[in-house]
């Protein structure tokens, strides 16, 4: 089992930045593959971000390139999420998911464990 807690959602300026933080605990929350996702209203669970269990690999969403960072502190088994130059179309709820070490994978489906979300508005 892994449990996951998200933090430091809240409601910022267009074009600012914003850093999402994933606490994981657990028994085997050092090998798993840890990836970031997001729902606005009425729209379906995106993928927005994942990085591999060593940190080694990561992947983003194409509105997210360019803009978002994901890092990994195995240390302190947290998970990062920095947001730059946000906009409104980024304002939804933002969960962290995990999934076994095979692979970064994009679909909801493919995650095991999740949080329980924080909310991200960005104002215009």
């Known amino acids: 089992q892994v449990q996951l807690a998200e933090s430091g959602g809240g409601l910022v300026q267009a074009g600012e930045s914003l850093q999402l933080s994933c606490a994981a605990s657990?028994?085997?929350?050092?090998?798993?593959?840890l990836a970031w996702f997001r729902q606005a209203p009425g729209k379906e669970r995106e993928f927005v971000a994942g990085?591999?269990?060593?940190?080694?690999?990561?992947a983003y969403a194409d509105s997210a390139t360019g803009r978002f960072t994901i890092s990994r502190d195995s240390s302190k088994n947290t998970v990062y999420l920095h947001m730059s130059s946000l906009n409104s179309d980024d304002t939804a709820v933002y969960y962290c998911?995990?999934?076994?070490?095979?692979?970064?994978?994009?679909?909801?489906?493919?995650?095991?464990?999740w949080g329980q979300g924080t909310q991200v508005t960005v104002s215009s």
């Open positions: 657990g028994r085997t929350v050092s090998s798993v593959t």
């Open positions: 990085i591999s269990w060593s940190g080694g690999r990561t």
């Open positions: 998911a995990a999934r076994p070490p095979l692979g970064l994978r994009t679909q909801p489906t493919e995650y095991d464990f």
